[in-house]
T-cell receptor, first 114, second 115 residues
Framework: AQSVTQLGSHVSVSEGALVLLRCNYS??????LFWYVQYPNQGLQLLLK??????LVKGINGFEAEFKKSETSFHLTKPSAHMSDAAEYFC????????????FGTGTRLTIIP | GAVVSQHPSRVICKSGTSVKIECRSL??????MFWYRQFPKQSLMLMAT?????????EQGVEKDKFLINHASLTLSTLTVTSAHPEDSSFYIC???????????FGEGSRLTVL
């Protein structure tokens, strides 16, 4: 079985500060890992994904994440927060072996302080 | 990227009625579609996996007769909430998987309110 754990249901950072959203995964097979962003009353938008290629993955809106197998982590970062980054962020895991089902973490609400 | 559209985006209905939500892949064919339910300030919970031309596979604890899923074509899946009750009020999101790459794309979600 696969699972992801997002540490911190709420994260607040000042505008211009580093954003760090934590995600740890558990998987018995090589995982595919994803970060999605959700704005209020909207669906999910893919930020980035790890599919066993480069361990440092760059996504949209200046976000990136690093896959660390030794730490079973896939933390999301952005060097400088912008007000428009305020949203809910979900980490998700999927088996790399043809199973398309995603398992989501509980989400982290990011608040940007002006 | 590919577009997945859900309709309606918001629906309010009376208790006891049935509501149908459509999920369409607008510019690609989707062999597999997924239906999720999201409670306020919570994560997405997978309800069922829908494959074109076959019966949906429901997750444990999801009532098949309550949440009817039909995937009649490669571009359309529908979720019908039958005999809706206030506890069925939720945000329902679909996603579709492309035939070629298996990449998932999400719809905008449909908010159901049952009075």
């Amino acid at each position: 079985a696969q699972s992801v754990t997002q540490l911190g249901s709420h994260v607040s950072v000042s505008e211009g500060a580093l954003v760090l959203l934590r995600c740890n995964y558990s998987s018995s097979v090589p995982p595919y890992l994803f970060w999605y962003v959700q704005y209020p009353n909207q669906g999910l938008q893919l930020l980035l994904k790890y599919t066993s290629a480069a361990t440092l993955v760059k996504g949209i809106n200046g976000f990136e994440a690093e896959f660390k197998k030794s730490e079973t982590s896939f933390h999301l970062t952005k060097p400088s927060a912008h007000m428009s980054d305020a949203a809910e962020y979900f980490c998700a895991v999927r088996s790399s072996f043809g199973n398309e089902k995603l398992t989501f973490g509980t989400g982290t609400r990011l608040t940007i302080i002006p | 990227g590919a577009v997945v559209s859900q309709h309606p985006s918001r629906v309010i209905c009376k208790s006891g009625t049935s509501v149908k939500i459509e999920c369409r892949s607008l510019d690609f064919q989707a062999t597999t579609m997924f239906w999720y339910r999201q409670f306020p300030k919570q994560s997405l919970m997978l309800m069922a996996t829908s494959n074109e031309g076959s019966k949906a596979t429901y997750e444990q604890g999801v009532e098949k007769d309550k949440f009817l899923i039909n995937h009649a074509s490669l571009t359309l899946s529908t979720l019908t909430v039958t005999s809706a009750h206030p506890e069925d009020s939720s945000f329902y999101i679909c996603s579709a998987s492309t035939v070629n790459t298996g990449e998932l794309f999400f719809g905008e979600g449909s908010r159901l309110t049952v009075l």
